[in-house]
């Protein structure tokens, strides 16, 4: 018998191919049963969303420096139950304070919990501001260079960054920018027109509204000329209108200016020619002044409405404020030194002393010899009754035959009593004035509110026509009737 050939196979022993085996499956498996286990997790981890202004957001978010922090909405789900009310929140947001906050939302079910991490940025969004002096778009006179106006730059965090700010001209823009420290930038442009759109101004000397005097010259007060861009514009004043002084009416007279860029400016007056004492005239005279506080106030208004009047003074008062009534063109009359009823009526020299007294006044300070008179209490009163019998009788001959003319007045403003308030004067004058005669208005320049009524008074005159005048040595005199 042949013996068989031992063959040696090499055989693998069993237990290694099984193990081999085995880690393969497990190499195969691990994997698999991670995801497994993992959604297996996900699927009992509880989920939190959050959402704000019903959008849904991530883990982050920026918000501006001091903007007001708005709290996300947070819902918490576990297995699609709805577990909102088991979160608890913690972590607080400043935003006046720049940096990052975290809010933890954190929510338990079980043995599963879930934290979610909210990263609140503060950050300055915000571009810094730049205000201009001046206009945005500006002119300035051609040839001219621009002068800059200023400006100003604030930052919200950083506060006035004026000094941080870059000025740049490119031809006739000028670029202002700024940048804060966080990088925001801000730019602003002014815009130069070289052009000048601004008319002339011209200004009436004197007043809208003069009179001038039948058969005297007229001597115009003129206008004053201004412009922002050219200078000498006097020569260039045009007037229109003629003023015939031989002629009693009323001239319209007009005068132009042109700048050289062709803004043109008007401006118009009414010349009123008429006679002395004309029907309509409106003598003011003011009474037992002066007095500083009124009559220095009622000289300002005489001046700036280019109004003469007629100032019955005594001895009271400053010397500056006759100087000022005589410089300014008005009469200086004579009152009485005391205007002392119970002195002056005593008897006729008393009389005499009293109104010599203050005539050498008038002369010292004015130079001029007075001879326009008016009595205390005018001519018709009845106080000097009391005093001496007939005196006014005696008087009112015996001043004429000494050179002087005394004057009453046929409108008192009421002043002088019965009524108290600038707006009583106004009307009671204004309503008592007449075209058909010289309205000699009886006022006292001592009274507050005949100083306050003054203005509009004028006012009304010119605008309805009435001229003014000063009494002068040829006024007819206006005489009451005598009472003692
Ligand atoms: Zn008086």
């Not at 991670?34 to 982050?60: M, V």
């Not at 008192?412 to 204004?430: F, L, N, P």
């Not at 006022?443 to 509110?449: G, V």
Request: charged content about 30%.
């Amino acid at each position: 018998m042949r013996k068989r050939p031992k063959i040696k196979k090499r055989i693998q022993p069993r237990s290694d191919y099984k193990k081999n085996n085995t880690i393969t499956l497990f190499l195969i498996l691990i994997p698999f049963v991670t995801l497994i286990f993992l959604l297996t997790l996900d699927f009992y981890t509880p989920q939190i969303n959050l959402t704000l202004n019903h959008k849904k957001i991530g883990n982050s978010i920026t918000i501006n420096y001091k903007e007001k922090y708005i709290e996300p909405t947070a819902e918490a789900f576990y297995q699609n139950r709805n577990i909102t009310d088991q979160i608890t929140t913690s972590g607080k947001v400043d935003s006046n304070k720049i940096g990052e906050y975290k809010i933890y939302y954190k929510v338990k079910e079980g043995l599963f919990y879930k934290t979610k991490v909210l990263k609140v940025s503060v950050k300055d969004l915000s571009a810094p501001t730049i205000k201009l002096v001046g206009l945005q778009n500006t002119a300035v006179c051609p040839g001219r260079k621009y002068q800059e106006e200023g400006y100003k730059a604030y930052d919200n965090l950083e506060g006035d960054i004026t000094e941080k700010v870059k000025v740049k001209k490119v031809r006739d823009k000028i670029i202002y920018s700024v940048k804060d420290k966080a990088g925001n930038e801000k730019e602003i442009v002014r815009t130069i027109t070289y052009k000048d759109k601004t008319p002339p101004v011209l200004e009436l000397k004197g007043s809208a509204y003069e009179t001038a005097y039948l058969n005297e010259k007229f001597i115009d007060p003129g206008v004053v000329v201004s412009d922002n861009c050219d200078n000498n514009l006097e020569d260039k004043i045009e007037v229109e209108g003629d003023v015939d002084t031989s002629k009693p009416a009323s001239y319209e007279r007009i005068y132009k200016v042109e700048d050289q860029s062709g803004n043109k400016a008007t401006i118009k007056r009414t010349i009123n020619v008429v006679e002395h004492g004309q029907n309509g005239t409106i003598y003011l005279t003011f009474d037992d002044g002066p007095k500083k506080g009124t009559t220095d106030v009622i000289l300002d208004i005489l001046k700036e409405e280019n109004v003469k009047a007629t100032f019955f003074i005594t001895n009271g008062g400053p010397d500056d404020l006759v100087v000022r009534e005589f410089k300014e063109g008005h009469t200086v009359a004579l009152h009485t030194a005391s205007h002392n009823y119970s002195y002056l009526y005593s008897s006729v020299d008393n009389y005499y002393q009293d109104l010599y007294s203050v005539k050498e006044r008038v002369k010292r300070l004015t130079g001029s010899d007075a001879k326009i008179i008016r009595f205390p209490g005018g001519s018709s009163n009845t106080i000097s009754r009391r005093y001496s019998d007939k005196i006014m009788s005696f008087l009112t001959k015996d001043v004429v035959e000494k050179g002087f003319r005394y004057y009453d007045w046929n409108l008192a403003s009421g002043d002088a009593g019965e009524i108290h308030t600038a707006e009583g004067i106004y009307e009671h004058v204004t309503k008592n004035l007449s075209k058909d005669r010289v309205n000699m208005v009886l006022m006292h320049d001592i009274k507050p509110y005949t100083r306050d009524a003054l203005k509009k008074i004028i006012e009304y005159g010119k605008e309805n026509g009435y001229n003014f005048d000063k009494i002068t040595e040829k006024t007819d005199m206006i005489k009451q009737r005598v009472n003692n």
